[in-house]
C-alpha cells in the first residue's frame, strides 16, 4: 500500500499545513547551511550560467509536475463520471424491481437487491476506502442477477420489463467493474522518484544562484519549497479518489435506502388513511 494513502488519513488541512512547512524547512534550512558554507565570491563568476541553468531545469520540472496533476485530474474526473453513471443504474434497476407488476417476485428480488446495496454502502466502499477488496458485496450482486435470471415473465409486457431490467444490471455491472479497477490507478511508486529527485535538484540549483542578501535568498527558496509541496499536496490528494475525508462516497446508493423509505412511508400513510375511512 503506498505511503500516500496513509498521509490522506490526516485532514486535508493539517496536512496541507504540515507539507508545506516541510518544503520552506527544506528550501530555506538547506539554503542557511549552503550559504554559510560556501563561497559566494565563487558563485559570483557563475552567476549567467547558474541562472541560465536553474530557468532550464525550473521549466522542465514545472513541466513534469503539471503533467502529474493533469493525469490523477483526469483519472479522478473519470472514477466521478463512471460512479455517477453507476449510482444512474442502480436508482434505475430498483425502480424497475418497485414497479414490477408481479408483485410477489418482485418483493423477492427487492429483498436480494437491497441486501446487495447494503454490502456497497456499508462494505465495499469502506474496505475501497482502505485499498482492499470486497468479498460479500459480489456474492450479493451475483445472488442479484441469479434471481433476475429465474424470473417467470407471464406476458409480453413482463417480458419487456425484465429485458429492460437486464439492461440496467447489466449497465450496473460494467460501471461497477470499472470502479473497483480505478482504485489500482494510483501513481506507482517508481513515479514519485524523477518528482522527488526534481524538487531537490531544482533547490539545489536555486541554492547555487548569487544573491547579495542572505535573509532574501532563504526566504525565495523557502517560497519554493513551499510550491513545489502545494503540487505534492494536489497530487497526493487526487491520486487517491476513495480514500481521506476528501473521497468519493456511495450517495446514489445511499438516495436508494432514502427513496425506499420514503415508498414505505408513503404505503404506511396511505393505508393508515384507507383504514381510518373505513371505520
Known sequence: MAITYYMLQIPPVLFFILITLFGALFGGVSTYFFRKHISIKILRSHNE????LFLAIANFYALLLSFAVLVVWDQLNETRSNVSKEGSSALALYRDIKFYPDTLEAKKLMVIYLDFVYNVIN??????????????????????????????????????????????????????????????????????????????????????????????????????????????????????????????????????????????QRVQTNQHIINTKTQ
Not at 550560467?49 to 541560465?52: E, I, L
Not at 450482486?141 to 415473465?153: A, D, I, S
Not at 535538484?201 to 509541496?229: K, P, Q, S, V, Y
Request: charged share 15%; proline share 6%; net charge negative.
Open 123 to 264: 462494505e465495499e466502499f469502506p474496505n475501497m476506502e482502505h485499498m482492499k477488496l470486497s468479498r460479500e458485496t459480489p456474492e450479493s450482486f451475483n445472488r442479484v442477477f441469479y434471481k433476475m435470471e429465474h424470473l417467470n415473465p407471464k406476458t409480453p409486457f413482463q417480458v419487456q420489463l425484465v429485458s429492460e431490467m437486464f439492461n440496467h444490471l447489466n449497465q450496473l455491472a460494467t460501471y461497477r467493474g470499472l470502479r473497483t479497477t480505478s482504485m489500482e490507478t494510483e501513481i506507482s511508486p517508481p513515479m514519485w522518484l524523477p518528482m522527488i529527485a526534481g524538487s531537490i535538484i531544482t533547490i539545489l540549483c536555486a541554492m547555487l544562484l548569487d544573491i547579495e542578501h542572505t535573509r532574501l535568498h532563504i526566504m525565495l527558496n523557502a517560497m519554493l519549497g513551499i510550491f513545489i509541496a502545494m503540487f505534492f499536496f494536489t497530487i497526493i490528494l487526487l491520486d487517491h479518489p476513495y480514500s481521506g475525508s476528501q473521497g468519493i462516497k456511495p450517495k446514489s446508493y445511499k438516495q436508494i435506502f432514502t427513496v425506499d423509505q420514503w415508498e414505505n
Open 49 to 52: 550560467v547558474t541562472g541560465f
